[in-house]
């Protein structure tokens, strides 16, 4: 008898709720697809030869939309937001101000809301003319909104 | 002996994975990876408007402000309207240009009081490094003066 009894407490035991996790699992998998499926990531490419000056009254970028960036390596080399590619490298005011009239183009054909900015990015050590000559090729193209990347601290 | 092996529940002979191991490998990188990796600061914006091409009819309110960047061998030297020598080095390892900061802030201050945008006209020399025009828009941006005007010609 009393072996028995210790048999059914032991089965009692066994029947403890469980929750199953499995669907759960199952439909966070699948939000995650969905969500790396749909998305489109917006990213900002960097020219890693490009080191930016530093300024402490920067602000972190809140609107990434409408961006045409532009790093400057030094004179006469200037390169486009895909600073890898083959046509990446321009050197005259023309090239940068045809550059920025077709990037606002693009712009403007995927959203009309987007505002055209310029995203200068210049090497701290450059002289200033030459992210000048890029305003002036931005202003020509017809783009008054200018961004300068820096830092907001000074790297050790 | 019969009796008691029936007794034994069946799962206990179940095979087990050990992954202790596992845990440690992954711990013993994830520290590697830390200790070695260096963190990239992330790039912040310093937004200027240009002054748009349409013309206003209004009067000017304020008498703009020019300030030139000039070179002076391995320095610089900020003048303001043309006469007035403000700072000619940075302080600080926050790169503060305290007497052109303390003066914006001021004609800053103005436009807001006569209601109207602080007008900046800006003359940087084309032997001013990036870092130094970055030290003056940064005044300006401290200054809360978002719209400046680049001038080749030094006033």
């Keep these: 008898m009393a072996s028995n009894k210790l048999r059914a407490l032991n089965s009692i035991e066994e029947k403890e709720d469980e929750m199953d ?47 045409i960036v532009l790093n400057i390596r030094g004179e006469k080399d200037y390169y486009k937001s895909d600073y890898k590619g083959a046509d990446a490298k321009m050197e005259t005011e023309d090239e940068i101000a045809e550059y920025i009239e077709k ?27 030459f992210s000048q000559i890029a305003v002036a090729g931005a202003a020509r193209a017809g783009v008054n909104q200018i961004v300068f990347s820096v830092y907001p601290f000074a790297s050790k | 002996m019969s009796r ?13 994975l050990d992954i202790s191991s596992l845990i ?24 200027m408007t240009l ?17 030139a960047v000039k070179k002076t061998g391995s320095g610089f030297s900020i003048v303001v309207n043309k006469t007035e020598v403000l700072d000619t080095a940075v302080e600080g390892e926050r790169r503060v240009l305290p007497r052109l900061f303390e003066s914006l802030t001021a004609y800053s201050n103005l436009a807001n009081a006569n209601d109207t945008k602080p ?37």
Excluded: W
């Design chain 1, 21 to 67: 996790m499995s669907p759960m699992i199952d439909m966070v998998f699948l939000l995650l697809i969905f969500f790396i499926v749909v998305s489109t990531p917006l990213v900002v490419k960097v020219d890693p030869l490009v080191k930016p000056a530093v300024a402490f009254n920067s602000t972190k970028p809140i609107d990434k939309n409408g961006r």
């Design chain 1, 103 to 129: 990037e606002v183009k693009r712009i403007n054909a995927m959203n009309s809301e987007y505002v055209p900015k310029l995203h200068l990015r210049g090497h701290k050590e450059v002289l200033f003319e």
């Design chain 2, 51 to 67: 002054p748009s091409s349409q013309k206003s009819d209004a009067p000017l309110e304020i008498e703009p402000m020019l300030i």
């Design chain 2, 119 to 155: 007008l900046v006209q800006l003359f940087i020399d084309p032997g001013v490094e990036q870092q130094t025009a970055m030290d003056v828009l940064n005044c300006l941006k401290g200054a809360d003066i978002n719209s400046v005007t680049f001038s080749q010609v030094a006033p």
């Design chain 2, 4 to 16: 008691r092996k029936r007794g034994l529940p069946a799962e206990e002979d179940e095979p087990a």
């Design chain 2, 24 to 47: 440690d490998v992954c711990f013993l990188l994830l520290i590697y990876f830390l200790v070695t990796s260096t963190i990239q600061p992330r790039e912040q914006d310093l937004p």
